[in-house]
Structure formats: C-alpha cells, structure tokens
C-alpha cells in the first residue's frame, strides 16, 4: 500500500491570499496534489497545520556541525546528531562542510560519503563541501595551516578517491599557481568551483571566473575588502550576474546595513544564506571545541579566544528571520533564498526547493515569527514542535 500523508489547513509561502489555506498530498515521499480535497484523500495520516505557513524545506549549503556534534567527529552518531538537528530548524538537505588534512587519512570524508541520501534521522546529507586546501593562508580565517597545502592535481585526485563522487563543492583561492586548472577539472566533475579564503586582486578574480568558478562562499569573510585603487574581489563578484554568493547573516559576521546592500546590488536570485554552522548550534552559549581547538559561543556566534570568527550557532529559519529584518527582504522571497536559490545551484531544482506535484516531499511548517513547527523530509515527520 502507498504511504500517504495529508497536509490541511496550511497557508502556502507564496500565495497571494495570505489567509487563503490548502492541502498538500503526499505519497511515497513525494508531492502529489496540491488543493482543496473533500475528504482525507484516503489518507490514514493526516496532519493538520491549523493555519502554519508551509514552505520547502530548506537547504544548508555551508554546515560544519550542529547538537554538539562536528564532521570531524567522523562518526555516523556525529552526522545523526547534525542531522536530527537541522531538522529542529527547518532544514531538510545539507552539505557536510569540513576541511581536508592532507597528511591525514581524513576518515570523516570517508564517513561523510557513506552516509550520503542515508536515513540519518532527520535532514538528509546530500554531498560534501571542503573549504580548501587550496586556500590562501593570509586569509585562512578558521581553518588551520594544517587543512592548507600548495594547489596539486595529485592531492585533488586524493580528495576525489576518498569522497567517492560525493564532493558537491570546493571553496578555493583562484590567485593560488595551478588553481586555474584545478577549478576547471572540478568543474568537468560536476563539483561547484567557490571563491573564498582567498587573497585575490580583481583581475584575479575574474580568472577564476572564467575558469569556471560560479559560486562564492561567506561572501565578505576571508577576502579582501574593496579600495578605490584597489578593488579587490568584492567588485568583480558584484559585476559578475551569473556569480552566487552565500551570506551569514547574523548581524556580526556582516553589518546588517552591509547585509541591506548585498541584497539590494546582487538581487534575490544570486543570494543563498547560510548557517557556517559549528557543533554549538541548538545548543546555546558556552565553550566547545572545533579541531581541538577552543572556542565560545556567545549568542549565536562563534570565536576563537584570539577573536576570530569561526561560524555561527544559530538554525537556518533564525538566520532567515535577521535577513528579513536587516533587509526588509519580503518573507515568500526570503524563503526562496534557502530554498529554491541552494537547489539551483546544486542542480537540484528538479526534485527541491519548491512546493509542487512531482516534487520531494521536503517541507517545513513555520509560524509568522519563523519558528518551526514541523519539519517534513521525504513525506516522514521528523520533528514536531
């Protein structure tokens, strides 16, 4: 027999009726219907949404942990726990964000990998981003020299061998010898090339454009800032329309009036926000460790003891209500950004990131303020407020 759930009584992110509600069907894990059913559809699951928004669930491209766990920790009880976490906050898909240590075996990816489209209790692990090591170690920020080595074809076929094809995404320094070749072989594997951690001039930049580069990751952290004779990379990323770029918006990685700006001049098609999120996420202030390290996490935000800022401990749907506030962003476009926007850029907008027959039954149910109410992935309950 189908396994079938009914949505009633939800109010569509989009609708132009705000107070207009309808039903979502869903079976086998996937969207079906969309509407006003007269009866339960047949339907020995219903959920009633008593007037929640419902959105597409949404879409972390940048995680490095959550519920005291990291990738590091290179355990599947470690990716549970980020998961089942995720999913508290609205979060239906994520990419396991970590570095690779090219002296090490680097267990974690090897892990990571497996548990890729794996029922992990909550959100699902859709593929890995490395920030690095072909990075720049003037603007390594977070990451240790140790997670950083010269740019190397070998070392890139080593990534590739342990990620077993499930590397979705590189964060990489373009100005760096041989990067212009090596973000082109990422590129023809079907691996997004993304500007960061890097110290590149304008003209720089524009080269890895041109190599293939589409994406950048925590636009403004870790890259020069823009000077009048020297524009650096923050210009040319602008000017560039079909570049993407992701945002923290916390209100401390990035001033909410600079947050305002890079709404207003890149658009609503070309921002993804993102959590950068650390093992403190859903956790609340304290000190914790990321790779052996210390740091503290005070009200959302993460820092070294040297005050370095290493990611934010806040969920997906509390980024989404800043960004709301610091922009003015209206709410149906601010979902779109960490729905439709990630699955665009991941190739999968054939299956996520919007509400529609056909579609992977990944969803979330909001009330006004943001706050989840209920988390859906692959038409399962997976929290419930």
Known sequence: ??????????????????????????????????????????????????????????????????????????????????????????????????????????????????????????????GI???????????????????ICPPSLKVLDKIMDIANGRLKMMTIAPELPDN???????????????????????????????????????LFNAMPSVHHRSPGPLIAI??????????????????????????????????IPITDGMQALGLGDGKYLYNDIEYESTNGTARYKDGTLIGAALGLNQLLKRFITFTDCPFDVAVKTVTQNPAGLLGLEDKKGSIAPGKDADLVLLDPDCSVHTTIIAGKIVFLK
Request: aromatic share 6%; with cysteine.
């Open 238 to 271: 602008f000017q560039t329309k079909h570049i993407t770029a992701q945002l923290i918006c916390d209100g401390v990685h990035i001033h909410p009036a600079v947050l305002k700006f890079a709404f207003e001049t890149l658009g609503p098609n070309r921002i």
């Open 129 to 147: 981003h490395l920030e690095g090591p072909f990075i720049s170690l003037e603007k390594k920020g977070m990451v240790l020299p140790e997670s």
């Open 180 to 218: 212009l070749q090596i973000i082109q072989r990422l590129v023809n594997s079907k691996v997004t090339a993304s500007f960061g951690h890097s110290n590149a001039t304008y003209e720089q930049t524009l080269d890895g454009f041109n190599a293939g580069i589409s994406h950048v990751t925590h």
């Open 1 to 126: 027999m189908p396994q079938k759930l009914l949505i009633t009584n939800c109010r569509l992110f989009n609708a132009p009726d705000d107070k207009q509600t309808t039903s979502v069907l869903i079976e086998n894990g996937t969207i079906t219907q969309l509407g006003q059913f007269g009866s339960s559809a047949g339907c020995d699951n219903t959920l009633d949404a008593q007037g929640c928004i419902i959105a597409p669930g949404f879409i972390d491209i940048h995680i490095q942990g959550a519920g005291g766990a990291d990738i590091l920790d290179a355990t599947p009880e470690a990716l549970e726990a980020i998961s089942r976490t995720c999913a508290r906050f609205g979060t239906t898909s994520f990419l396991a964000t970590t570095v690779f240590k090219p002296d090490r075996k680097n267990q974690h990816l090897t892990i990571a990998a497996q548990y890729v489209d794996r029922d992990l209790g909550g959100a699902n692990l859709l």
